[in-house]
């Protein structure tokens, strides 16, 4: 069902749209496919599991060069588990910042008391490749360089390829963490020298939430044995283990597992990455036309920004209250993001999940509503 005026949007399964970075709008199937239990030790879930694990490497043109590590838990599970498996405890790593999960990854690092090279830029910025090809020339104790792909902070589309190019020339390991871009984007992890590459079941596949996994070139991942600094988030001993039993260590996430195969299916009939990315290219079309003709700024040029979710400047008008904004937004069935950056006052609205080009039209539609509620004709302040 599509809203217009002040029918409520719905999903397959007749909740509120969710216009945010994931977890996200799923389809009925996925959800059907939870309707059941399994023991972890139960025949037909291991091979639903080993199916998983076997389709994720090809999304990244991995298929012959690397086999994916599954962690349990959200997406910074997979990334804690990839940086703290990879970088050794005499390990340091060039840290490329432009947002929140950059952040993130530095305060890792910093628990795990491995050591750090920050290169920092502002979240509408990408890393500038001069100054990290300069680090990286001057500071040879510098073992690896970490990158988010889409910096879901601000929606920006980091330049993985070229960072993966300077990392390759100063022989550095190569660490992503593609958690929003995984499946939409098109990566190819040979091509850009990827190590290790983190996503989890519930952004792009677009899967329930609950598990992380990694994406480990195998040479790379037999080499790190004995380097993890915890127990559960060691993913050389999680790949061991699976390799003599196809089971996990500890209690898996099995009904997300599950759902996340019928995700994986579902993925494949859309056409894989061009199919699934091609959706959302033009759902974030739509809506940043949409949102520009009602008077809206996005935070982004049109090039740097990917098309996962957008970030948009808060009108300055002051008829425009956000708390009233979202409040009417979500009775009208779409539920978008407040913003999370230093920069700018901003909010975010997700172009991924179950979401067409109509239920975009129907959001711009809303809006176009709720605005006109607060006296507004458009989101443009008069100059
Ligand atoms: C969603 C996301 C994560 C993981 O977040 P969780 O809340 O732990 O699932 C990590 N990095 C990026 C870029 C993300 O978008």
């Given at each position: 069902m599509i809203a217009t005026g002040s029918i409520r949007a719905a999903s397959e399964t007749g909740d509120a749209l969710l216009l945010t970075p994931g977890p996200l709008t799923t389809?009925?199937?996925i959800k059907e496919a939870m309707l059941h239990d399994w023991g972890s030790r139960d025949a037909a879930f291991v091979q639903i599991n080993r199916e998983v694990m076997e389709r994720l490497p090809g999304i990244v043109n991995a298929g012959a060069t690397h086999v994916t590590v599954p962690m349990q838990g959200s997406g910074t599970f997979a990334v804690e588990a990839m940086l703290t498996t990879f970088v050794p405890?005499?390990?340091?790593?060039?840290?490329?910042?432009?947002?929140?999960?950059?952040?993130?990854?530095?305060?890792?690092?910093?628990?795990?008391?491995?050591?750090?090279?920050?290169?920092?830029?502002?979240?509408?910025?990408?890393?500038?490749?001069v100054a990290v090809e300069?680090?990286?020339?001057?500071?040879?104790?510098?073992?690896?360089?970490?990158?988010?792909?889409?910096?879901?902070?601000s929606g920006i589309l980091n330049p993985v390829q070229e960072i993966g190019a300077l990392a390759a020339k100063h022989g550095k390991g190569y660490l992503i963490d593609s958690m929003s871009a995984f499946g939409a984007l098109p990566l190819d992890a040979n091509a850009i020298h990827a190590d290790a590459i983190a996503a989890s079941s519930n952004k792009c596949i677009e899967g329930v939430p609950g598990l992380g996994f990694v994406i480990c070139r195998k040479d790379v991942l037999e080499a790190a044995k004995g380097n993890a600094s915890t127990l559960v988030l060691d993913l050389h001993d999680q790949w061991t283990v699976f390799q003599k039993t196809g089971q996990y260590r500890f209690t898996p996430p099995i009904h997300v597992i599950v759902a996340f195969h019928q995700a994986l299916t579902e993925f494949f009939a859309e056409g894989g990455q061009p199919g699934r990315g091609g959706r959302y290219t033009e759902n974030c079309r739509v809506l940043v036309e949409g949102m520009r003709a009602l008077g809206f700024r996005t935070l982004l040029q049109d090039q740097l920004q990917a098309p996962i979710i957008v970030t948009f400047h808060m009108p300055g008008d002051p008829r425009f209250d956000f708390?009233?904004?979202?409040?009417?937004?979500?009775?009208?069935?779409y539920v978008i993001y407040p913003g999370k950056l230093t920069v700018a006052?901003?909010?975010r609205i997700g172009c991924i999940g179950r979401l067409d080009r109509t239920h975009m039209q129907g959001a711009l539609a809303a809006i176009r509503d709720v605005i006109a509620g607060f006296g507004m004709t458009s989101a443009a302040m008069a100059a």
């Open positions: 389809s009925r199937s405890s005499d390990g340091e790593v060039l840290i490329l910042i432009n947002g929140a999960y950059g952040q993130r990854a530095r305060k890792i690092l910093e628990i795990a008391r491995r050591r750090t090279v920050i290169h920092e830029t502002p979240e509408d910025t990408p890393p500038d490749l300069r680090v990286l020339a001057s500071t040879p104790s510098i073992t690896h360089v970490f990158a988010v792909h889409c910096e879901t902070t708390q009233r904004f979202y409040d009417a937004l979500k009775e009208r069935g006052d901003s909010f």
